[in-house]
């Protein structure tokens, strides 16, 4: 392997007329690589150098894709800029190849296991987590002093059971329960509590005359065991003289749920019990050539052995619609995928903004020029296989293979929303560095520089840098994630989130107004 | 006083054609109350009796204003129940008496001071908070972790520091940071750090990449004590190496700022310095004639002491605007309250919706038939001194006497919002019961009935219910609340809320779409 500091670029596709700086904080005017470019520029790390030189219009092609035209002449070895660059529109989604290149299963990959918790309803959960459900924010306060007590006072007896998680949030009342767009936030609270990580013993707290009743988040009907007992704690009822009766009564349910939780023992599980979420956030131009791709061999692998692999991020997926559509594995699916992308289209020039809200001005920083470039690289966690299935936002994924969940690309929001899609494991990218974590189930972190993951030692989970560097193959990387998946989900392993205890609160995507 | 259980029902106004229930449970068909009239039908507590009988599309009048118009015939001493009704139009907002009936300034109440924490900008502290604010959710899982040590290692060195809390939201990233109305919850997050409890010493904690930096939400410029020291703490900047420095950063922080804030004393200040929030929730029809014309009253008191009172909820206060722009100080308070009620009209026609989304299940259940019955109950907290000044969401109040600040009904919005104006006491009525609390302000709550404040006992700081029952008038509890408000200020008593620490989440009104 050459040196650390010999000058790299990283070049993806044969057709790119650019390539990304590898070397820590970027290289000087002059340098010149092994393969005789010289920088006629500083250019920093992680941004781009043109590799031929380029007129005003020209396209400026990356990952094979144009990400956009040049706004000015940039000589070879010249940096390729953010405002050296104009967008080009979003694909016109009247005009895409539907399921015209579904590509052929991948080869099944048989004999990996993970040790899981398995749900009466065939679900299978990588923790044995109680969850305590509520209608409306209003008693969040309340939730969160009985899950104190219930921590301190019942759970060391319960030794199998691994948390007691409040599900609480800023829905419930006070919105405009029947706007179009409310069914999102009902049914992913509804979805949440269903998270497989949560055994199926849903418990709910309502405080009683909220907009969002207990019948319309979580019917009887959602699940047999809801009519053998109660699973509702009303605070206004009568039956709670004062504060402390309240607390009694939630601790009561809680702990009939605890003795269950705690009968629980691990079983083998096939591989193709892991839901796992796929997930972005603090972005660079790295992600889409070292931690993301690495995530998208991982998500062949996972699909191989036969589980679910979501991915989501409607705004990072936008400008890379046809290579998907293209990619469903039937017309049906490519025409959900557009369904979905119709509709936030339409959310976000509602309130007159449109997809280039999205990227940060640290992904700028980080190199990625515009959402194009930053989608493209986006949906390589994609990997390569058919797109199996489409839902909207807070849906409940049921299908195998790889599934587009539409959600928002806020870090928060997608990570709700994929956990009330059913997702047991989550892995999530990043090159500025967050220190993102859920409580519902364990969260992975995948750096895309090394020296990202060598000064977050004990946040990074897995350092994708190394593809970057040469000392790793995505093929590596991709195996390491995959084999970590198990590990984790098995209970094997803590990730650094859960190390730490970093447990972000839910967020949920509410198009609808507050009144 | 005659026995409790002689019927009883409330008229407000002599003009008034309905009256409500007063008795527990309500009162049967065949009741006969003491002026003769007898009840035709079953009527449930807090519910509408007709004291004369109603043709359809008859006007029916409470409060001495139309409430809305008889769907059908109801007989003398029938149940005007929700079904029987149908809403009046909203006023029209371009044809509202503008200053027409100012009120004469109420004469002076002087004398009355409580014990406050005074800070550099002339504002008052009712407590000698920490606050530790934040840019971006992706932070508030380490923020929370530090705010935890904090607690344990460092807050006991400090005993005249009451508390430490994170500003945690839902905002920063994500988010179309440009999108019109954005400039809410940017404002919102930069008053809440000035809030008179954190003693004008801000700290920020931010990551590095996110869309709303430090210099948008808190520019140098904002406090002299920002440009004298360091104020943020980037998680994502090179100098921390690894989580637990990044902590430690945090600790050591937040620790020259505990020093500072523990050399205050509380001293002597007029009521004038309070800064007091009304709102109400979980209402139903005895809030209008028990805890809020007694907050309303206490109102009027703390105006003519010469302190600040906001009340807010636009869509509680939509219907009855009428009454307040004639109320205005001038004619320019005047045009500002209209100008707060067709943004707000505009931002639910946007989504399709209008104010009759207000009310919940609960407020029906609890005999408020529609938005103007609740409406002309709600403004009842506003008392009667002339309207001094209008805000928008999120802007901080500098005016004394009544204010109304804009914001959404919606409990916790409201609740962020009017600790952003700069709220230092808040008072909440409620009806059906809310165990509501916030961290920065101490909450006073008055339940608008004695089974309420009885069986909530350990709950509810004032029993407004004997008003109705006729064991106290409304300026006896308004006196109370009035010298409540003072001795909580001046941290001799403790709220309910706060003994149980029942702090809700802050939650942002954010009217731009996330991404
Ligand atoms: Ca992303
Ligand atoms: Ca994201
Ligand atoms: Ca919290
Ligand atoms: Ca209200
Ligand atoms: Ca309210």
Redesign the interface.
């Known amino acids: 392997m050459s040196s650390e500091n010999e000058p790299r670029y990283i070049q993806v596709h044969p057709q790119d007329n650019v390539a990304i700086i590898v070397n820590p904080g970027g290289l000087p005017a002059g340098t010149e690589f092994p393969s005789g470019l010289v920088l006629q520029e500083a250019v920093p790390e992680a941004h781009k150098v043109a590799l031929v030189a380029l007129q005003p219009g020209d396209a400026v092609i990356r990952y094979g894709s144009v990400i956009g035209y040049t706004a000015r002449a940039i000589p070879q070895g010249g940096w390729v800029a953010e405002d050296a660059l104009t967008s080009p529109p979003p694909p016109a989604l009247d005009a895409l190849p539907l399921a015209t290149e579904t590509p052929a299963a991948l080869p099944p990959l048989e004999g990996y296991t993970f040790q899981g918790y398995r749900n009466p309803d065939g679900t299978v959960g990588t923790r044995n987590i109680l969850g305590i459900s509520t209608t409306v924010?209003?008693?969040?306060?309340?939730v969160d002093?009985a899950v104190r007590r219930i921590k301190q006072e019942l759970l060391p007896k319960y030794p199998n059971v691994d948390d007691v998680i409040a599900i609480?949030h800023?829905y419930g009342?006070?919105?405009?329960?029947?706007?179009?767009?409310a069914e999102i936030p009902i049914r992913t609270l509804r979805n949440l509590s269903l998270n497989p990580n949560l055994g199926g013993a849903p418990m709910v707290v309502s405080?009683?005359?909220?907009?969002m009743?207990p019948s319309q988040m979580l019917p009887v009907s959602t699940l047999p065991v809801l009519s053998e007992e109660p699973y509702v704690v009303r605070?206004?009822d009568?039956e709670?003289?004062?504060?402390?009766e309240?607390v009694s009564a939630l601790m009561e349910m809680a702990e009939k749920r605890l003795e269950r939780l705690n009968q629980r023992k691990r079983v083998t599980c096939p591989a193709s019990d892991l839901v796992v979420g796929l997930q972005c956030?603090?972005s660079d131009a790295f992600s889409g050539v070292t931690a993301n791709p690495a995530v998208g061999f991982a998500a062949d692998l996972l699909v191989r052995a036969g589980a679910t692999v979501m991915f989501s991020e409607v705004?990072e997926v936008r400008d890379a619609v046809h290579l998907l559509t293209a990619r469903a594995a039937n017309e049906q699916v490519a025409r959900d995928l557009v369904r979905e992308m119709a509709w936030y289209d339409e959310?976000?020039a509602?309130?007159?903004?449109d997809?280039s809200?999205?990227p940060?001005?640290?992904?700028k920083?980080?190199g990625l020029a515009n959402i194009v470039e930053k989608a493209l690289g986006s949906v390589a966690k994609a990997g390569t296989s058919p797109l199996a299935a489409v839902t909207g936002p807070g849906e409940r994924v049921t299908t195998k293979g790889l599934v587009f969940a539409a959600t928002?690309?806020?870090?928060?929001?997608c990570g709700t929303l994929q956990l009330a899609a059913a997702m047991n494991m989550h892995v999530f990218t990043t090159g500025?560095?967050?220190?993102?974590?859920l409580a519902m189930a364990p969260v992975i972190k995948v750096a895309t520089r090394s020296s990202l993951a060598k000064?977050?030692?004990?946040?990074i989970d897995v350092d994708a840098g190394k593809i970057a560097t040469g000392e790793a193959t995505i093929e590596d990387i991709g195996w390491e994630i995959f084999r970590l998946i198990l590990k984790v989900a098995s209970g094997e392993q803590q990730t650094?989130?859960d190390r730490?205890?970093?447990?972000?609160?839910y967020?949920l995507?509410n198009?609808?107004?507050?009144?």
């Not at 009342?173 to 767009?181: D, H, L, R, S």
């Open positions: 924010q209003c008693v969040a306060g309340t002093y609480t800023n009342c006070g919105v405009a329960i029947n706007a179009p767009g405080l009683g005359c909220e907009k009743q605070l206004q009568e709670h003289y004062g504060f402390e309240m956030g603090g705004t959310y976000l509602h309130d007159n903004v997809r809200a999205n940060s001005p640290g992904n920083k980080g928002p690309a806020s870090d928060f929001i500025r560095g967050t220190p993102y974590g000064r977050w030692f004990d946040l650094w989130a730490w205890g970093l447990h972000n609160e967020a995507f198009p609808g107004p507050v009144t």
